[in-house]
């Protein structure tokens, strides 16, 4: 994988944090379950082939990254160390593993989803303001772990990640 990037964005931690990666609606989302406050416009201008603009969503627990894509690239997401990367690439990486998805409908209470992991789990909810609709970003702390392609269901959709899960409600 390392041979094939084009480029890469590195996010150090001082200890052990979740990410979530994805691309929706010409934004690459990176999501990590704990706040920190990122330079983005360095980001940017580092990545000006690639990248249009970007921004730092305010959430006082999380760090939230949008940024506007030029081109349709793909991504990669690994860790070194406490860190996360970040990788840009042409081709698409299989990922190292998918989410398991467990899905249940109960009169009661409607669809259940349920995601495999073997760390806990954190929830992010959210309004993608691009969109228009609310997501539910779930970031996992094990590498390369993320849904390969898009499920529907009756009332929400899985989305397509390189890290972590996205539920989007419909």
């Not at 010409?26 to 920190?36: R, S």
């Amino acid at each position: 994988v390392k041979d094939k990037l084009l480029s890469t964005l590195v996010f150090p931690w001082d200890s052990e944090v979740s990410a979530g990666v994805f691309k929706r609606a010409g934004y690459l989302w990176i999501v990590f379950d704990k706040a920190k406050d990122i330079d983005i416009n360095n980001i940017i201008a580092k990545n000006s082939e690639y990248f249009a603009s970007g921004k730092q969503l305010s959430n006082r627990f999380y760090t939230i990254l949008r940024i506007k894509l030029k081109d349709d690239i793909n991504t990669v997401a690994y860790k070194d160390g406490d860190s996360w990367v970040v990788g840009l690439v042409t081709d698409k990486i299989e990922l190292v593993k998918t989410t398991k998805i467990d899905m249940r409908f109960s009169d009661l209470q409607g669809s259940q989803v349920t995601l495999d992991s073997d760390s806990q789990l954190k929830q992010l909810r959210l309004i993608d303001e691009e969109v228009g609709d609310e997501i539910i970003i779930v970031p996992f702390a094990d590498e390369s772990i993320g849904t390969k392609e898009r499920y529907k269901y009756i009332d929400f959709a899985l989305l397509e990640t390189t890290q972590g899960a996205v539920i989007q409600i419909i």
